[in-house]
């Protein structure tokens, strides 16, 4: 059990090291064309490999110049994440493009139109019953 805490602690502390290096260290334009959020890190077993899930709020162009930037940045957050962890051997890192955030902002925009429905329609039942008494 031991093992699978220590991945644990290493992924956070990767999620935390990536946050800061995402505001303060990649200076690479094109990451910075939209809002980027780590949703979550994956750590191997072995802590050899890195991935990390990350959200970005823009638009399809920008989105992929964004996940572009951030390919082309990975060996030098895996140097930064090797000498801030302190660890023997970095783990190769590798970016995926997570859209869990935007299918839930779409999903609440159906749930607010299918609301918005339901209310006119409630309205308009309320209406014939009137002209039907």
Not at 37 to 56: A, R
């Amino acid at each position: 059990m031991a093992p699978g805490r220590r991945v644990e602690r290493v992924a956070a502390l990767i999620r935390r090291e990536i946050s800061e290096l995402l505001i303060n260290g990649i200076r690479d334009e094109r990451v910075h064309q939209g809002m980027v959020s780590i949703t979550n890190v994956e750590v191997s077993g072995d802590l050899q490999h890195c991935k990390i899930f990350v959200s970005v709020l823009a638009d399809d162009e920008a989105r992929r110049e964004v996940m572009d930037g951030l390919q082309a940045a990975s060996g030098y957050l895996r140097g930064e994440l090797g000498r801030r962890l302190q660890m023997r051997r970095a783990p190769e890192v590798v970016f995926q493009l997570d859209r869990g955030l935007e299918k839930g902002t779409s999903v609440l925009h159906l749930l607010g139109e299918l609301e918005r429905e339901r209310e006119v329609k409630g309205s308009d039942d309320a209406e014939s019953s009137d002209f039907n008494d």
